[in-house]
């Protein structure tokens, strides 16, 4: 039997001492994702930073002067997704704070939630939004359940 091949995903860590666990479990859940809207993956790139990162190319790119947790660039130029995404761990572990939940929990959603932009939903209008979480939430509860990780989850 043959393994199948890693998908195009890559991770890098940019200024962060953070590391990211089952990164391969990882790269095949998001390339399900992407399966599973009939979407084929050239290529993803997460980028973990820092706020200060985060925010410039949030200054330089989008022109939005407010700190994020992650910002999703859609490079595709025809049927093959490409993208590249940026996360700042410092407002992931200040979220997952404020929103009394575990860091790996926060993180993982803020993981799905550039998949699916990249998928095609969106989140600016109050119905985007509540797509968008439902998604979140169902990726999530797959996700930990298939490798039964415990985490603390809220109720938004």
Known sequence: ?????????????QKTAFSLRN??????FLAQ?????KKRLAR???VFS????????????LSHDFYTDVITFN????????GEVYLSVDRIKENAKAFNVSFSYELHRVIFH???HLCGYGDKTTGDKVIMRKEEDRYLSEYFALFHV???????
């Open 44 to 46: 993803l790139i997460y």
């Open 75 to 82: 490079l595709s130029d025809g049927w093959d997704i490409e």
């Open 50 to 61: 820092t706020d200060r990162d985060v925010l410039k190319i949030n200054r330089q790119y």
């Open 23 to 28: 990164r391969k479990k990882l790269k095949h």
């Open 1 to 13: 039997m043959t393994k199948p091949s890693d998908p195009p995903i890559f991770f890098y860590f």
């Open 150 to 156: 415990k985490h603390h989850k809220l109720n938004r």
């Open 33 to 37: 994702i992407f399966r599973s809207k």
């Open 114 to 116: 550039a998949a699916l």
